[in-house]
């Protein structure tokens, strides 16, 4: 008999967002549960003592800075409700950083997009199936590990909705296809976008105007990507999202679309675009993203744009009627005094031109790429500068609380060197680039469940005990959030012909593991000349193997 399961949110004002995603997947997918929210630890170890369930599931979701804290009141959700409950943590910090996560005491860390997994997780547990069925996990091992079972998918966008019989913000693009190096959306959901079908938006949009709602939102990386595959807009696909909306609203209904969460992207500001946005948006600013006022800086960061289209935006912007508010981020890695001042000196500017500025500091965020870079030192004359902006309301952003978070996440950084499995000397494969790994503790679901992926790009394609083919992607996902793995698939790089048995050996090298670098990131050390690893790399890849974090020539936009 299915044995009744009581799920218990932390339920933070900070991350609604993704919880009502998953709650929302449990309701469409029909899994029996009951449901109780704890808006404090206390009331969240209310409700994980006063449920009648046989299994409670408490979940947990936060971004990188807020991790130490949820780790406190982990312990004190914990001391007060006797130890009872299963309690998984989830979103992008788990996702990058499932170790973590399970040292710091959560009994799980949720890989990845949740949808799939809530499901399978619930379901799992309301049949007391082994949670190593359950694809997007990480599960303590005996020696404290965080084993992870198979990836979770990345489905389209309509197979779940952004929420039900809640509000929010409508999620109508997940992944990016760009691959800003300080930030995690593209590692965390892939390197492409997926756009949710119009149809499925305004079936949102016809909830929420039942439910007396007027105002509509949406979650996407670049607003104005909205239906197309690649870099440049598809206004006819925008204008066919924004007229759907509008249909589905009353008279009063209002849009809202290139402000947060929907940022547009310098390059897409066009006369055009401007021109469609107001015959349907109530918003009266556009977030634009700059990022920094030095085209050294604008490179290195993979923006994928230098700083001319950021003023031809910002003036167009201005000429359309938005106030244009363009992000600043100070302390990007190998960022100097000259190129601080190239971008007080470009913000001052776009000031003049009527923008306000939204600035930011650096974090190291984990799941990105400069997860480990050093953030670069910004001098008090910087900070004064921006506090004037502020102070003649030009600026306005948390940087002081950032350079607070990014101290605290560069020392977490230190404190789990990515490069180094825990308990594993550094690898000796080739170039000494990474390691593959098995880890001890049988998990019954497959051969691939066993493979640890650790470091550098690794090209794998490996057999199970049985002799299966364990699909080299398969492999990869294991591994979603490491940016290495994301950019190999990124790539594409899935499908060398060659087998890679797994004999027993505890780690791979050579041929075993082909670990192939993408040849810019810093992090990365290519494969040694004329091992078999570059052999077999050469063979297939080269112009596969490209480091998607660098544009191709003809890409740049
Ligand atoms: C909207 C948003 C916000 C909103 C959130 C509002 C809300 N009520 O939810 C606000 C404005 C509060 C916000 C603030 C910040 N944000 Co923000 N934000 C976003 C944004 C644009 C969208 C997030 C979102 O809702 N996506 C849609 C939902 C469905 O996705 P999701 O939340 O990731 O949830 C999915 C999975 O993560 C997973 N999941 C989530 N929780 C759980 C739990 C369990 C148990 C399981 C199994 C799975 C699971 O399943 C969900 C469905 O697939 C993302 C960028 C992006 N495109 O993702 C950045 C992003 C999440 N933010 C980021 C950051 C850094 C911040 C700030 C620190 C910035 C700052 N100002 O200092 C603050 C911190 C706030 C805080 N205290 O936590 C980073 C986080 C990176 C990191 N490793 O921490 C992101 C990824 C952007 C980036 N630069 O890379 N943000
Ligand atoms: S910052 Fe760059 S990578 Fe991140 S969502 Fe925006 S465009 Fe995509």
Redesign the pocket.
């Known amino acids: 008999m299915a044995q009744a399961v009581c799920v218990v949110v932390r339920y933070r004002?900070?991350?609604?967002?993704?919880?009502?995603?998953?709650l929302a997947?449990l309701e469409t997918a029909g899994v029996e549960h009951e449901l109780r929210l704890g808006t404090t630890p206390e009331e969240t170890a209310e409700h994980i003592l006063a449920t009648g369930a046989g299994r409670v599931l408490v979940?947990?979701?936060?971004?990188?800075?807020?991790a130490e804290a949820m780790a406190a009141e982990l312990a004190t959700v914990r001391s007060l409700s006797g130890g009872r409950g299963l309690h998984?943590?989830?979103?992008?910090?788990?996702?990058?950083e499932p170790q973590q996560v399970i040292d710091a005491g959560w009994d799980l860390a949720?890989i990845?997009?949740?949808?799939s997994?809530?499901i399978s997780?619930v379901r799992a547990l309301q049949r007391d199936e082994p949670l190593t069925s359950v694809p997007?996990l990480a599960i303590r091992d005996a020696d404290g590990v965080a084993l992870r079972t198979g990836p979770a998918p990345q489905l389209p966008l309509d197979a779940f909705p952004?929420f039900t019989g809640r509000n929010?913000?409508i999620?109508i693009t997940?992944g990016?296809r760009y691959t800003c190096r300080?930030?995690?959306?593209p590692f965390?959901?892939g390197g492409q976008f997926r756009h949710r079908s119009v149809a499925s938006v305004r079936e949102h949009v016809r909830a929420m105007a039942g439910r007396g709602l007027r105002d509509v939102r949406f979650?996407?990386?670049t607003s104005l990507s909205y239906g197309s595959p690649g870099p440049d807009p598809d206004l006819g696909a925008v204008e066919e999202l924004l007229a759907g909306v509008k249909e589905e609203l009353p008279p009063n209904g209002r849009i809202f679309f290139g402000s947060?969460?929907s940022e547009v992207r310098p390059e897409h500001v066009t006369p055009e675009a401007m021109r469609l946005l107001k015959r349907y948006v109530a918003n009266d600013n556009l977030i634009i993203g700059a990022q920094s006022g030095s085209d050294r800086v604008l490179a290195a960061s993979g923006r994928g744009h230098d700083t001319s289209p950021v003023r031809d935006a910002v003036r167009i912007a201005a000429e359309h009627g938005f106030r244009p508010n363009v992000d600043f981020i100070f302390g990007m890695p190998g960022e100097t005094e000259e190129d601080q001042a190239a971008s007080l000196k470009l913000a001052a500017d776009l000031a003049d031109l009527g923008a306000r500025i939204h600035t930011?500091t650096f974090?190291p965020?984990?799941?990105?790429p400069w997860r480990d870079a050093e953030p670069a030192f910004i001098p008090l004359a910087t900070m004064t500068e921006l506090d004037r902006l502020a102070q003649r309301g030009d600026a306005y952003g948390?940087w002081r609380?950032?350079a607070e978070?990014a101290v605290r996440l560069a020392a977490a950084a230190k404190a789990y060197p990515r490069r180094t499995p825990a308990g594993a000397p550094p690898a000796e494969g080739p170039g000494g680039s990474g390691s593959v790994r098995r880890l001890g503790g049988q998990f019954p679901g497959g051969g691939d469940q066993r493979l640890h992926v650790e470091g550098v790009v690794v090209v794998v394609e490996a057999v199970d005990e049985a002799g299966e083919r364990i699909d080299a992607e398969q492999v990869l996902q294991h591994h979603q959030g490491g940016h290495d793995a994301q950019a190999v698939r990124g790539a594409g790089v899935l499908d060398l012909p060659d087998r890679v048995a797994q004999t027993g050996a505890d780690r791979y090298a050579g041929a075993d593991a082909v670990a192939l670098a993408a040849d810019d990131d810093p992090h990365v050390r290519p494969p040694s000349r004329g091992s078999a690893a570059f052999q077999l790399g050469r063979r297939d890849a080269p112009p596969r193997l490209r480091n998607p974090l660098t544009p191709t020539r003809g890409e740049e936009n």
């Open positions: 004002k900070a991350v609604t967002y993704g919880v009502h995603a998953l997947a979940l947990w979701s936060f971004y990188s800075p807020d998984i943590a989830g979103g992008v910090h788990a996702t990058a949720g990845g997009e949740g949808e997994t809530i997780l997007g952004s929010g913000p999620e997940r990016c300080f930030c995690q959306t965390m959901f979650i996407t990386p947060f969460p930011h974090m965020l984990p799941g990105t948390h609380k950032q978070h």
